[in-house]
């Protein structure tokens, strides 16, 4: 299988470089263009005492973009990544998308959720500020971050201010019900390629830019599901409800000679509360449960002085960022963690950015650790957009 | 939790249903691109509108570094508006005024 996809892809890419670079035929109707972006870098990583670092191997995403015509388009995205010496591709996401009219558009296939902002438009490396995504996104994050389905979304023109909506079906999410993994029970996983009931999770966002300068915009997101767990078994009614509020504001501020940039998201995850089992080491089985609710936090600001003289340090990009995690009390994975994080980037061009940066993590609890670690972490990167 | 989905479902389907009778009744089906000069010209328009280049510069850096029209060629600047029109979630109008800014700075 992977060889088949690394041998198409090689075929593809190929062609679209002859293509892009002998390039001087007549423009066609429909157009198909080779994106993507990677980084690499280098970590240094210090947890109560323990110190480790590494090199990171390049992680490189293709995107596939497919104009068919004015109005169909066709978006997918690979990811290539190097984990324990093996190669891992991954499908980001795989949609098309229908213009139907001047405010609506449908998409149908695997597509990033607007659940927030942070998945859907800021994560790839080249547009992240910071290294790394915030608590509470990625691998044991609690917002969804891509689903199957369809949807609808556009934008309304309201004479300055402008309004923005989506609203989708896509199959829903699953609850971990700790079968395999006890240390996970209560945890709701979102990458599903086929449901385990019947019930579809429904959600949306909309988004709200009072000023005409597009300065500012406010958004409100929920999704949400009548069951998460496996068909017939007693976690089939186990419904899920999760909201989002964000926040971003991007306006060149010539007092200060520079673009000042405002992001955050809230995030808020509410599932029924359901009875799990615990296995102890003599074999005894115990039965508990707990109020299944997490949320997370980021804020982050980023200041380009883009206005003075200098052209180095046009170049440069200051940020902080703040975020906090918290998990259920009482599941074995619960946690309370906060995160400040500081960055120094330098732009070699709108999509290629240096980021040197340091975070200092505070976590309480996390998946079967007790007490108080505290991590502290040193990450240069390089990202590359293309 | 049930009645928070019954909730949400309901509110999602009345507004898959307002959207559509907004987007449907709307008068003005096709966006027609407005020469700079007519708009300066007449009388009429009392709001004046912004440029291509205005709106490139204010919409193309909310969230990334906008790029400048120099770094593609009008095919690709077509392939992409149409991306960032649905990813970014635009107004036609928006999306279309920057487009032929773009193809026609480049």
Known sequence: MKKLILSLFVFVFGYQLYGQTYNTFEPSKTQFMLRGYGHTGFEYMDSNDEAESTFLGLTYAPIFLYKHSDRLMFEAELEFKLEGNELEIGLEYADVMYVLNKNITVRAGKFLLPFGTFMERLHPAWINRLPNAPLGYGHDGIAPSSGIGVELRGAFDLGGPRLNYSIYSTNGPRLNDGSEEPEEAGILQFENFEDNNLAKAYGGRIGILPFSDSSAELGFSAYSTSGTGEEDSQYEDVGAFLFALDFSYVKPISPLKGIVDIKAQYN???????????????????????????????????YRPTMVESDFMKKLEFVGRYSDFNAPEGAEWEEASVQYAFGLNYWLSWRSVIKLSYQTTETEGGHGADGITNTDGLFIHWAIGF | MKSIHKITVTVASILVVLITIVACTSTKEVYTPVLEKEVADSDQEFKIEKSGAQLWGEVCNRCHIAPSPSDYNDTDWETISLHMRVRANLTEKESKKIEEFLKSAN
Not at chain 1, 275 to 294: L, P
Request: charged content about 25%; proline content about 0%; glycine content about 2%.
């Open chain 1, 268 to 302: 808020n995850s509410n599932v029924d509360t359901a009875t799990f089992i615990e296995v102890h080491e003599d074999g005894d089985a115990e039965e508990y449960s707990f109020d299944n609710q997490s949320n997370s936090f980021y804020a982050q600001l980023s």
